[in-house]
Nanobody, 120 residues
Framework: EQLLESGGGLVQPGGSLTLSCEAS????????MSWYRQAPGKERELVAR????????TYADSVKGRFTLARDNDKDTLTLLMTNLKPEDTAVYYC??????????????WGQGTQVTVSS
């Protein structure tokens, strides 16, 4: 099971970035897929979550209207389009998969993280 994130970097306030998460080794289409982030000295927090391809994603209040989550079940890819970025969006962003295992609950997988820095 692997989640490979890419697309992080340094961007000025008001700019945009697109993060991608490529999944392999598990059932992507059956899994709940999410992006989390963790800023220095803070706890990891949920940014956006996709239950499945038919359900509208949910977002943290802090990113609503600025971030857009999309999943491609044919390519096993989760994408986070981030616009109007703010310095407070600076964090390491992590992709997470929750693969359902029936009555045994879920198996959770995490990517290695990608750094997003918003600064002038």
């Amino acid at each position: 099971e692997q989640l490979l994130e890419s697309g992080g970097g340094l961007v000025q306030p008001g700019g945009s970035l697109t993060l991608s998460c490529e999944a392999s080794g598990f059932s992507f289409r059956r899994s709940v897929m999410s992006w989390y982030r963790q800023a220095p000295g803070k706890e990891r927090e949920l940014v956006a979550r996709s239950q499945d391809v038919q359900t509208t994603p949910t977002y943290a209040d802090s990113v609503k209207g600025r971030f857009t989550l999309a999943r491609d079940n044919d390519k096993d890819t989760l994408t986070l389009l981030m616009t109007n970025l703010k310095p407070e969006d600076t964090a390491v962003y992590y992709c997470k998969a929750e693969e359902p295992m029936g009555r045994f609950g879920t198996l959770d997988y995490w990517g290695q993280g990608t750094q997003v820095t918003v600064s002038s």
